[in-house]
C-alpha cells in the first residue's frame, strides 16, 4: 500500500471514529424524561399554620398543590390537566388557611394582548381565582390585579388608576363556581367571554381551554376605599387590618399615607422633596419603618414614622460616595423588613449585596452576612426574631440556608453542603421550615424540616423512575479572561471518559444578563430547563461548559458592575473567548469542535462569538437573542432619554452597533439555529427578522429557523421547549459531530 493510499484511509478511519459517539460508559438520557419533573415555585405558609402550598409546573401543567402536617403528603388543589401555556402566580392563604388565591393567565404585552401561546381564537384571560384546602372548584374572583389579603380579614385590596379597590371574599366561602351557587348572599352577575370552569375534580379529562359564552362565577362589585390623585403602590396592611400604608410618587418625589378603615379617612404621614418608599409596619402597628432617597444625598436613609403623631426619625444613612444605593431591583426576592424591634435593609456598600439591621428606636447597624457572597432571597420568621437567608457565603456556586438571630446575629446553617435551597417559609404553630431544594442530580423539590432535624423531608413528587443514576455532577471550572478577570463555570462531562476520548463541546450562556447559573439544578424555572439540557448533551457526548461570564450576579458588584459591557462595548465577551480557550486545552475535548448556546443575551454573545470568531466557534444556537445593541436600545427607549444631546446620542448608538453581532457580518462563516417566539416581550422578533434578512444576504452562511407563533420569550409551552432542545441536539450533532470536517 503506496504512502497516499495510506494517508486517504487513515483519514476515512479518523473521520468515521469523530462521527461516532467516543465515550463507552455514557448513557443517553431521553429528554422527555428528563425535562419530566415538578418544579415548585411561589412556596406559602398558612398563617394558621402547619400548611403550605406552592404552585406546580408538570411538563406545562401548572397546578396549585398542598401539603399539611404531620405526613406532608403532596396533593393537587387544582386540576388543570393541559399544556396550556397559561401561567400561575400570586399564590397566598387567607387568614383562616382553608382558602388560597392566586392569579392564572399571563400579563399583557405593550398592546395589551394576553398572552395565547395556543392560538386560541377567542382569546384567553387572566384572572384572580380562590380554591379551598378540601378540593372545592375554584372560583373566580376578580380579573387581574395584584392582590393584598388582610391579615385578619377575609378581604383583598388591590390599586388600580390612583384607586384603591377593596373586595369582601365571605360570600365566596361557599360558592362553586360549577354550579354558579353564592350561599345566602346576593351577588351581581355579568356575562361576557370567559374560560369555562375546570372540569370537576377526579374526571380525568382534558380541560378545553377554548373560551365560551357563559355566566360567570358570582363576583362582588369591588369597594374603592379611596383614591389619591397621583401615583399608588405598595400598599401594606396594618396587623390589625384596621389601616392601609402606602406610597404615593408625584411630581419627582414620593409621600406616605395611611388609610384608616374604620374612620375612612386619609393622613399624609410624610410630606418633603425626598422619595418615601417600602412602608412597613411594626408589629403593634404604632409606626412603619421606610426607606427614604433623599434629593442631597446618593444613596438612602432608614427611617421610622409614628402613625399617630406622623412624627419621623432618621436611624440610619448609607455612604454618600454612590455605593449606598439600595440593592433589592439587582438580586433578591425581599425588600425593607421590620421584625421584632429590628429593622433588617440590603445594602452594597462592602462590594456584595448584603444584609444589615438596625434597632428600630435606633443605634448601632450590624451586618447579618459577612462574607464574600450575596444574599438571594429571605423571609422573616412568624415571630420577627429571626430571619431565613438563601445566600452564597459559604460556597460560592451554590444556594445555602441560613436562620440567623437579629437581636445577637447568632447563625444556624440549615442547608450549608452541596445544594441550591431557597425560598424559604416558616411555618407558624410549629418549628416547621419550609423551602425548595435541588442538587447536581435532583430538580427542585419542596423540602419541610423541623427546627432540630438533621436534614430535611421532601415533599413535593420526584417523578418515579426518573434517571437520578444517568446524570453526572457537573465540575466547577475557573479561569481567566485575556484582561484578567476571574470567570467561574460549570463542566459537565459525560460518565466513562477515557483519556483519549476528544468530544465536540458546547459553551453555555445565561441570559439576564443578571443571573447565575450553579453546581445544580437552577432555583428559576428557564434555568431548570437549560440545565436539564445540558445534562442532556452531556448524555450524548458533548462536554458542556456553563459560563458566568462578567455582568451576572453571585460574584459581587464589581463583577456585576463591569467597565464597557453589553452595548457599552461587549467587554464579557472576553469571558465567553476565554471559555473556548480553556475548553481547547482541556485534554478531553476536539478543540475543532466548540459551538455555542444560550437564550436571551446568552443567546446575543452566541451570535456574537459566531460573528466574531467562526474559527474557534463552529456552530451556534440562538434563542431569542438580542443582534443590534442599537436597535434594543431604541425599543426600550434609551435612544430618547431626556437631557442627552444630538452628540452624545449618536456616539452611544455607534458604539450599541459596534458591540453587536451584526457589526461583525463579514467574518460569520459558521452555521446557526435561530430560535424565536413572535410574542415576545423582552427582546422583539424583530431583532430576528434582521439578522436573517442579513444572512440571507451573505449567501455563504447556513442558517436554520424554528419560530413559535403567539408564544413569549420564555416559552410558556412545554412542548416547545422539548421541539427547541430537539432541534438544538439534532443541530449540534450535524455541526460538531458529523460535520466537523466541513470547511465553515
Given at each position: 500500500?503506496?504512502?497516499?493510499?495510506?494517508?486517504?484511509?487513515?483519514?476515512?478511519?479518523?473521520?468515521?471514529?469523530?462521527?461516532?459517539?467516543?465515550?463507552?460508559?455514557?448513557?443517553?438520557?431521553?429528554?422527555?424524561?428528563?425535562?419530566?419533573?415538578?418544579?415548585?415555585?411561589?412556596?406559602?405558609?398558612?398563617?394558621?399554620?402547619?400548611?403550605?402550598?406552592?404552585?406546580?409546573?408538570?411538563?406545562?401543567?401548572?397546578?396549585?398543590?398542598?401539603?399539611?402536617?404531620?405526613?406532608?403528603?403532596?396533593?393537587?388543589?387544582?386540576?388543570?390537566?393541559?399544556?396550556?401555556?397559561?401561567?400561575?402566580?400570586?399564590?397566598?392563604?387567607?387568614?383562616?388557611?382553608?382558602?388560597?388565591?392566586?392569579?392564572?393567565?399571563?400579563?399583557?404585552?405593550?398592546?395589551?394582548?394576553?398572552?395565547?401561546?395556543?392560538?386560541?381564537?377567542?382569546?384567553?384571560?387572566?384572572?384572580?381565582?380562590?380554591?379551598?384546602?378540601?378540593?372545592?372548584?375554584?372560583?373566580?374572583?376578580?380579573?387581574?390585579?395584584?392582590?393584598?389579603?388582610?391579615?385578619?380579614?377575609?378581604?383583598?385590596?388591590?390599586?388600580?388608576?390612583?384607586?384603591?379597590?377593596?373586595?369582601?371574599?365571605?360570600?365566596?366561602?361557599?360558592?362553586?363556581?360549577?354550579?354558579?351557587?353564592?350561599?345566602?348572599?346576593?351577588?351581581?352577575?355579568?356575562?361576557?367571554?370567559?374560560?369555562?370552569?375546570?372540569?370537576?375534580?377526579?374526571?380525568?379529562?382534558?380541560?378545553?381551554?377554548?373560551?365560551?359564552?357563559?355566566?360567570?362565577?358570582?363576583?362582588?362589585?369591588?369597594?374603592?376605599?379611596?383614591?389619591?390623585?397621583?401615583?399608588?403602590?405598595?400598599?401594606?396592611?396594618?396587623?390589625?387590618?384596621?389601616?392601609?400604608?402606602?406610597?404615593?410618587?408625584?411630581?419627582?418625589?414620593?409621600?406616605?399615607?395611611?388609610?384608616?378603615?374604620?374612620?375612612?379617612?386619609?393622613?399624609?404621614?410624610?410630606?418633603?422633596?425626598?422619595?418615601?418608599?417600602?412602608?412597613?409596619?411594626?408589629?403593634?402597628?404604632?409606626?412603619?419603618?421606610?426607606?427614604?432617597?433623599?434629593?442631597?444625598?446618593?444613596?438612602?436613609?432608614?427611617?421610622?414614622?409614628?402613625?399617630?403623631?406622623?412624627?419621623?426619625?432618621?436611624?440610619?444613612?448609607?455612604?454618600?460616595?454612590?455605593?449606598?444605593?439600595?440593592?433589592?431591583?439587582?438580586?433578591?426576592?425581599?425588600?425593607?423588613?421590620?421584625?421584632?424591634?429590628?429593622?433588617?435593609?440590603?445594602?452594597?456598600?462592602?462590594?456584595?449585596?448584603?444584609?444589615?439591621?438596625?434597632?428600630?428606636?435606633?443605634?448601632?447597624?450590624?451586618?447579618?452576612?459577612?462574607?464574600?457572597?450575596?444574599?438571594?432571597?429571605?423571609?422573616?420568621?412568624?415571630?420577627?426574631?429571626?430571619?431565613?437567608?438563601?445566600?452564597?457565603?459559604?460556597?460560592?456556586?451554590?444556594?445555602?440556608?441560613?436562620?440567623?438571630?437579629?437581636?445577637?446575629?447568632?447563625?444556624?446553617?440549615?442547608?450549608?453542603?452541596?445544594?441550591?435551597?431557597?425560598?424559604?417559609?416558616?411555618?407558624?404553630?410549629?418549628?416547621?421550615?419550609?423551602?425548595?431544594?435541588?442538587?447536581?442530580?435532583?430538580?427542585?423539590?419542596?423540602?419541610?424540616?423541623?427546627?432540630?432535624?438533621?436534614?430535611?423531608?421532601?415533599?413535593?413528587?420526584?417523578?418515579?423512575?426518573?434517571?437520578?443514576?444517568?446524570?453526572?455532577?457537573?465540575?466547577?471550572?475557573?479561569?481567566?479572561?485575556?484582561?484578567?478577570?476571574?470567570?467561574?463555570?460549570?463542566?459537565?462531562?459525560?460518565?466513562?471518559?477515557?483519556?483519549?476520548?476528544?468530544?465536540?463541546?458546547?459553551?453555555?450562556?445565561?441570559?439576564g444578563s443578571r443571573r447565575q447559573m450553579l453546581?445544580?439544578?437552577?432555583?428559576?424555572?428557564?434555568?431548570?430547563?437549560?440545565?436539564?439540557?445540558?445534562?442532556?448533551?452531556?448524555?450524548?457526548?458533548?462536554?458542556?461548559?456553563?459560563?458566568?461570564?462578567?455582568?451576572?450576579?453571585?460574584?459581587?458588584?464589581?463583577?456585576?458592575?463591569?467597565?464597557?459591557?453589553?452595548?457599552?462595548?461587549?467587554?464579557?465577551?472576553?469571558?465567553?473567548?476565554?471559555?473556548?480557550?480553556?475548553?481547547?486545552?482541556?485534554?478531553?475535548?476536539?478543540?475543532?469542535?466548540?459551538?455555542?448556546?444560550?437564550?436571551?443575551?446568552?443567546?446575543?454573545?452566541?451570535?456574537?462569538?459566531?460573528?466574531?470568531?467562526?474559527?474557534?466557534f463552529k456552530a451556534g444556537v440562538d434563542l431569542?437573542?438580542?443582534?443590534?445593541?442599537?436597535?434594543?436600545?431604541?425599543?426600550?427607549?434609551?435612544?430618547?432619554?431626556?437631557?442627552?444631546?444630538?452628540?452624545?446620542?449618536?456616539?452611544?448608538?455607534?458604539?450599541?452597533?459596534?458591540?453587536?453581532?451584526?457589526?461583525?457580518?463579514?467574518?460569520?462563516?459558521?452555521?446557526?439555529?435561530?430560535?424565536?417566539?413572535?410574542?415576545?416581550?423582552?427582546?422583539?422578533?424583530?431583532?430576528?427578522?434582521?439578522?436573517?434578512?442579513?444572512?440571507?444576504?451573505?449567501?455563504?452562511?447556513?442558517?436554520?429557523?424554528?419560530?413559535?407563533?403567539?408564544?413569549?420569550?420564555?416559552?410558556?409551552?412545554?412542548?416547545?421547549?422539548?421541539?427547541?432542545?430537539?432541534?438544538?441536539?439534532?443541530?449540534?450533532?450535524?455541526?460538531?459531530?458529523?460535520?466537523?470536517?466541513?470547511?465553515?
Amino acid at each position: 500500500m503506496n504512502a497516499r493510499k495510506a494517508s486517504a484511509l487513515a483519514l476515512i478511519l479518523l473521520l468515521t471514529v469523530a462521527a461516532l459517539p467516543s465515550v463507552t460508559g455514557a448513557q443517553e438520557v431521553d429528554l422527555e424524561q428528563i425535562l419530566g419533573f415538578h418544579f415548585p415555585s411561589g412556596l406559602v405558609a398558612s398563617p394558621a399554620g402547619e400548611r403550605i402550598a406552592w404552585l406546580g409546573n408538570e411538563e406545562g401543567r401548572r397546578n396549585v398543590w398542598g401539603a399539611e402536617a404531620p405526613a406532608w403528603e403532596a396533593r393537587r388543589l387544582t386540576d388543570y390537566l393541559d399544556d396550556d401555556g397559561q401561567e400561575l402566580g400570586a399564590l397566598e392563604f387567607l387568614p383562616d388557611g382553608e382558602r388560597l388565591i392566586y392569579l392564572r393567565g399571563g400579563a399583557a404585552n405593550r398592546d395589551g394582548e394576553l398572552p395565547n401561546p395556543l392560538s386560541v381564537p377567542e382569546g384567553v384571560s387572566c384572572d384572580l381565582w380562590m380554591v379551598s384546602w378540601n378540593g372545592d372548584d375554584p372560583v373566580r374572583i376578580a380579573g387581574p390585579v395584584s392582590p393584598r389579603i388582610s391579615p385578619v380579614e377575609d378581604q383583598i385590596v388591590w390599586t388600580a388608576a390612583g384607586r384603591c379597590m377593596l373586595l369582601d371574599l365571605l360570600p365566596h366561602r361557599s360558592a362553586r363556581s360549577s354550579e354558579g351557587a353564592s350561599g345566602a348572599v346576593t351577588v351581581r352577575v355579568r356575562s361576557r367571554r370567559v374560560p369555562p370552569p375546570p372540569p370537576p375534580r377526579g374526571a380525568g379529562g382534558r380541560q378545553d381551554p377554548v373560551f365560551l359564552d357563559w355566566e360567570e362565577p358570582p363576583l362582588l362589585e369591588p369597594k374603592i376605599l379611596f383614591q389619591v390623585r397621583s401615583g399608588l403602590s405598595d400598599l401594606q396592611w396594618s396587623p390589625d387590618g384596621s389601616m392601609l400604608a402606602f406610597s404615593s410618587a408625584r411630581d419627582g418625589r414620593a409621600i406616605l399615607g395611611v388609610w384608616n378603615l374604620e374612620r375612612e379617612e386619609l393622613s399624609w404621614l410624610t410630606n418633603t422633596v425626598d422619595r418615601d418608599t417600602s412602608p412597613r409596619w411594626s408589629p403593634d402597628g404604632s409606626r412603619l419603618a421606610f426607606l427614604r432617597r433623599p434629593v442631597d444625598h446618593r444613596g438612602f436613609a432608614i427611617c421610622v414614622v409614628d402613625v399617630g403623631s406622623a412624627e419621623t426619625t432618621e436611624l440610619w444613612r448609607s455612604p454618600g460616595d454612590g455605593t449606598g444605593y439600595y440593592p433589592g431591583s439587582v438580586s433578591g426576592s425581599y425588600g425593607l423588613m421590620y421584625g421584632d424591634g429590628h429593622i433588617v435593609f440590603a445594602g452594597e456598600w462592602s462590594g456584595w449585596n448584603h444584609l444589615y439591621v438596625i434597632p428600630d428606636g435606633g443605634g448601632e447597624v450590624r451586618e447579618l452576612t459577612p462574607g464574600d457572597g450575596i444574599v438571594e432571597n429571605a423571609s422573616l420568621s412568624p415571630d420577627g426574631a429571626s430571619i431565613i437567608v438563601s445566600h452564597n457565603t459559604r460556597s460560592i456556586d451554590y444556594r445555602q440556608l441560613s436562620r440567623i438571630r437579629l437581636a445577637d446575629g447568632h447563625t444556624l446553617e440549615i442547608e450549608a453542603s452541596e445544594v441550591i435551597a431557597w425560598n424559604p417559609v416558616a411555618v407558624r404553630n410549629r418549628e416547621w421550615l419550609a423551602y425548595i431544594r435541588s442538587d447536581a442530580l435532583e430538580p427542585a423539590s419542596v423540602y419541610i424540616r423541623e427546627r432540630d432535624e438533621a436534614a430535611g423531608v421532601r415533599v413535593s413528587p420526584l417523578p418515579e423512575g426518573y434517571p437520578l443514576n444517568h446524570l453526572v455532577k457537573p465540575e466547577q471550572v475557573i479561569f481567566e479572561a485575556a484582561d484578567g478577570v476571574i470567570v467561574h463555570g460549570q463542566l459537565f462531562l459525560p460518565e466513562g471518559l477515557r483519556r483519549r476520548d476528544r468530544l465536540p463541546a458546547v459553551i453555555f450562556m445565561h441570559g439576564g444578563s443578571r443571573r447565575q447559573m450553579l453546581l445544580g439544578w437552577h432555583n428559576r424555572g428557564y434555568y431548570h430547563n437549560a440545565y436539564g439540557f445540558n445534562q442532556y448533551l452531556a448524555s450524548r457526548g458533548y462536554a458542556v461548559l456553563s459560563v458566568n461570564y462578567r455582568s451576572g450576579i453571585g460574584y459581587g458588584v464589581d463583577f456585576r458592575e463591569p467597565d464597557a459591557y453589553g452595548y457599552q462595548g461587549a467587554s464579557e465577551y472576553q469571558d465567553i473567548v476565554a471559555a473556548g480557550h480553556f475548553l481547547q486545552e482541556h485534554g478531553n475535548v476536539d478543540p475543532d469542535r466548540i459551538g455555542l448556546w444560550g437564550g436571551s443575551y446568552g443567546g446575543y454573545l452566541t451570535a456574537l462569538g459566531l460573528a466574531r470568531d467562526s474559527d474557534l466557534f463552529k456552530a451556534g444556537v440562538d434563542l431569542h437573542g438580542v443582534h443590534n445593541w442599537a436597535d434594543q436600545l431604541e425599543w426600550w427607549g434609551r435612544g430618547e432619554s431626556a437631557g442627552i444631546s444630538q452628540s452624545v446620542r449618536d456616539s452611544m448608538m455607534q458604539v450599541a452597533f459596534e458591540s453587536s453581532p451584526v457589526a461583525d457580518m463579514d467574518s460569520w462563516r459558521s452555521p446557526v439555529l435561530i430560535v424565536h417566539g413572535d410574542d415576545d416581550r423582552n427582546v422583539p422578533f424583530e431583532a430576528s427578522i434582521d439578522l436573517v434578512r442579513r444572512l440571507r444576504a451573505k449567501r455563504d452562511v447556513i442558517f436554520e429557523e424554528l419560530y413559535f407563533v403567539d408564544d413569549v420569550h420564555g416559552f410558556l409551552l412545554h412542548g416547545n421547549w422539548l421541539e427547541v432542545y430537539r432541534r438544538a441536539a439534532d443541530f449540534f450533532d450535524r455541526y460538531l459531530k458529523e460535520g466537523a470536517d466541513r470547511d465553515h
